[in-house]
Structures are given as structure tokens and as C-alpha cells.
């Protein structure tokens, strides 16, 4: 009997180096399905963006995109936003402001370091309900309580799968929440120092290296020489669907 039925990864540093995944990694996503295993892709990419950079979406069960705002069914092509869409008028400021660069998803809203002084300056002065989310460098905008572990956990309550029968795997600061309610939470060897320093396991490989030593890990043991750290009750903030008209 499988003692751990997915795993959930994240995309950039961890299964991609600059954006790319290899054909290496890509085969062991291949020998993780095989084995019955279901693949779940966590990432604060945007949807178009990662269609255009990754071929192997179909490998995976379900896509979290846009750090937990945005559900999407590769093999259904099938998306649901799950919090209110992108603030308007925040957008329009910071393009008036001409903030560079600047992406606006369905729900995030990106920039880079050090823009987030005058991104945190302007959501005060709007007086919105929003919160600032960093990963390595870039600077995310999101409804409040909205992250990768809200994303996921509704992703697993349509999977009908326990948080403890998943491991998750990452490298950066907006890793945490996930792999912190997750069974297993693993960081990459290129990881942040933190990030590794509260993993259950960090792997002797970096990236999709590292990845891939995790799965062939998973598929001969199943992790049973890994003793996860005692977990902390999570609150995990429901998610808001889009207000309808």
C-alpha cells in the first residue's frame, strides 16, 4: 500500500531551471505516474505564461497557478479563479506610476524587488485587502489569506486525498505554506537556507535533479527512511470565489 499517492511540486527553481524543465525530469514525472501516483504542479507562475514555457502540463493531475488564486485541469482545459480577480485600481496606479516590469494575472499582480515599497505604499493609501508574497526576487499581490496551501488544499479535497498522503517539494520563500501542510515537506538543494532548515528533507540534487532523486526516493521506499517533523495545526483561510454580479 502507497503510503504517499502525490506529489505536489513546485515549478521555477525546482522543476525548472530558468524556466525550462528537462527531458531527464520529464521522464521522471513519467515513472512517478506510472507507478499509479497522481502529480499536482503549485507554482506562482500565470497560466498563459507556463503554457508556453512548460510542454508537459498534461502530466499533471492539476495545476495551482498564480500562487494558489488560480485552479486549472490540463487534460479538461478546465480553469476556475478562486478569490477576486486582480485589484483594478491598483493596477492602474502602479501603470501610471510606469512600475517596471509589471504582470497582471487573473488575481496576481507581479513586479520585482525593490518595487514593493511603492506597491505596499499605494495598497495602504487604497486602503485594500491585499498582502505582498516574495519569491527570490520577485514581488507578488494577492487578495489577503491566498497562497499555495489554500490552492492546494482545495486541489485535495477534489482528489478526495489527506495533506498527509502528499509531499510536496520547493526552493523559495512562497514554498512554506504547502509544504508545511503537506506529509512530507522537501526543499531542493539550491533551495533558501530557511526553506531548507524547516523541511523534512532537503535532496543532494538541485532543481529537477533533485526532483527526480525525490521520486526515484518515493518509488523504491516510499520515504520510509524519512521521519516527518511533528506538524502544526494550519489555518488555512477558505477560499473567496469571485464576487458575482
Known amino acids: 500500500m502507497m503510503r504517499y499517492r ?22 521522471a514525472l513519467d515513472r512517478f505516474r506510472a507507478s499509479g501516483r497522481t502529480l499536482i504542479m503549485v507554482t506562482g507562475r500565470e ?8 510542454p508537459y502540463l498534461d502530466r499533471f493531475e492539476y495545476i495551482v497557478a498564480e500562487n494558489g488564486a488560480l485552479l486549472h485541469c490540463p487534460n479538461e482545459e478546465r480553469t476556475r479563479l478562486l478569490c477576486e480577480p486582480a485589484s483594478e485600481e491598483l493596477v492602474r496606479v502602479l501603470r501610471a506610476a510606469n512600475m517596471r516590469p509589471l504582470s497582471v494575472g487573473q488575481a496576481i499582480i507581479a513586479t520585482v524587488e525593490p ?20 519569491n527570490k526576487g520577485s514581488v507578488m499581490v494577492l487578495p ?4 499555495k496551501a489554500t490552492g492546494l488544499a482545495l486541489v ?13 517539494v520547493g526552493d523559495a520563500e512562497n514554498d512554506h505554506a504547502f509544504l508545511e501542510v503537506c506529509g512530507v515537506g522537501v526543499a531542493v538543494s539550491n533551495a533558501l537556507p530557511m526553506l ?7 535532496t543532494q540534487r538541485a532543481r529537477g535533479d ?6 526515484d526516493r518515493i518509488l523504491t521506499n516510499d520515504l520510509a527512511d524519512v521521519t516527518p517533523r511533528p506538524r502544526r495545526p494550519q489555518p488555512i ?9
Request: one cysteine or more.
Open 237 to 245: 483561510t477558505a477560499r473567496r470565489e469571485p464576487t458575482r454580479p
Open 47 to 54: 497560466l498563459p505564461e507556463l503554457k508556453t514555457v512548460c
Open 6 to 27: 502525490a506529489l505536489a511540486c513546485d515549478y521555477d527553481g525546482t522543476l525548472a531551471h530558468d524556466g525550462v524543465v528537462s527531458s531527464a525530469t520529464a521522464a
Open 156 to 168: 485535495l479535497g477534489e482528489m478526495k486525498l489527506a495533506p498527509r498522503d502528499v509531499v510536496a
Open 196 to 202: 531548507k532548515e524547516r523541511a523534512d528533507l532537503v
Open 115 to 134: 518595487n514593493e515599497v511603492v506597491v505596499i505604499e499605494e495598497i495602504k493609501r487604497l486602503g485594500l485587502e491585499l498582502q505582498v508574497i516574495f
Open 210 to 215: 533533485g526532483v527526480s532523486e525525490l521520486i
Open 144 to 147: 489577503s489569506g491566498v497562497n
